[in-house]
């Protein structure tokens, strides 16, 4: 039987695979009357337009029981994707446990 090493999600030793976006230490401001951090442009993301420009912002939500504004994107658009919690693993197929 193979054990695996568990070891802390790290941007340089995620590097080989792309980026780790992380809150962490990053600037956030409020929004959504007080209930919303934002951080804004943690990273860009190229198009095939070189005059468009896609940002990856993330928010966190206050969790409430009723909703005390809807917010209303202007001209952007918006992708919800739910972010992993400290309970979940992540496997690298090419990595040989030690």
């Known amino acids: 039987m193979r054990t695996l090493k ?3 999600l790290t941007k340089e030793a995620f590097a080989p695979f792309g980026d780790v976006i992380e ?4 600037e956030f401001f409020m929004i959504n009357n007080g209930s919303t951090r934002r951080y804004h442009k943690l ?3 190229e198009t095939a337009q070189p005059e468009d420009q896609a940002i990856i912002s ?3 939500i206050e ?4 909703f005390l504004v809807v917010d209303r994107s202007g001209s952007g658009n918006n992708c919800d994707e739910h972010f992993f919690s400290e309970d979940e693993l992540f496997l690298d197929p090419h990595r040989d446990s030690e």
């Not at 809150?23 to 990053?26: C, I, Y």
């Open 63 to 66: 969790k409430r029981d009723e």
């Open 6 to 8: 568990i070891e802390p």
């Open 43 to 45: 990273a860009t993301v």
């Open 58 to 60: 993330v928010l966190t």
């Open 23 to 26: 809150t962490e230490g990053s």
